[in-house]
Antibody
């Protein structure tokens, strides 16, 4: 069974940095497309970043040059390094798998809340 | 970027009703459209992919239609468990934008 468990969220001041992790089980991260999707409090879903199994990475314009998606194959985890955080980055961050064949987000973690506030 | 317009933003219906949610895109995405259900406090769940293919394990009361720029999600025989917010999402081009969501309430 595929399972994704996010961690690393919390309260951070504007301009600060945070690393989110997503522990994967039931599959190997190196063989899958993986993504981060976020949801600001009371708002809709926003795609953040995508990591292809081959290593290519893609980002929403709102986080480009500030966020970095990567994976640690030895630990079977996905990470999101977030720098220069802004209030508008406050959201629940979900880790997902992405089915590249039929192009959808299929498995989702429970999410981790990031709050950017002074 | 492809813009998503989902309507209505909310709707209220009775148990047993049939409801339809619409999603329109700013350019053709062929059939690269997915639908998700999100219950309060939970992660989204994939319902339908490629416009009309039901994800395994999802009840056939959910039906997706459309192609090009206009898509619909229909829920038949509404049940109390269908209370949720529904999102469309295009998978034709990065950024993989979502619609604004439709909050479904039961009367």
């Amino acid at each position: 069974e595929v399972q994704l468990v996010e961690s690393g969220g919390g309260l951070i001041q504007p301009g600060g940095s945070l690393r989110l992790s997503c522990a994967a089980s039931g599959f190997t991260v190196s063989n899958h497309y993986l993504s981060w999707v976020r949801q600001a409090p009371g708002r809709g879903l926003e795609w953040v970043s995508l990591l292809y199994s081959g290593g290519a990475t893609y980002y929403a314009d709102s986080v480009k040059a500030r966020f970095t998606i990567s994976r640690d194959n030895s630990k079977n985890i996905l990470t999101l390094d977030m720098n220069n955080l802004r209030a508008e980055d406050t959201a629940v961050y979900y880790c997902t798998t992405y089915d590249w064949g039929d192009s959808y987000f299929d498995n989702w973690g429970q999410g981790t809340l990031v709050t950017v506030s002074s | 970027d492809i813009q998503m317009t989902q309507s209505p933003s909310s709707l209220s219906a009775s148990v047993g009703d049939r409801v339809t949610i619409t999603c329109r895109t700013s350019q053709t995405i062929y059939r690269n459209l997915n639908w998700y259900q999100q219950k309060p406090g939970k992660a989204p769940k994939l319902l339908i992919y490629s416009a009309s293919t039901l994800q395994r394990g999802v009840t056939s009361r959910f039906t997706g239609r459309g192609s090009g720029t206009d898509f619909t999600l229909t829920i038949s025989d509404l049940e109390p468990e269908d209370i949720a917010t529904y999102y469309c999402q295009q998978s034709y081009n990065i950024p993989y934008n979502f619609g604004q969501g439709t909050k479904l309430e039961i009367k």
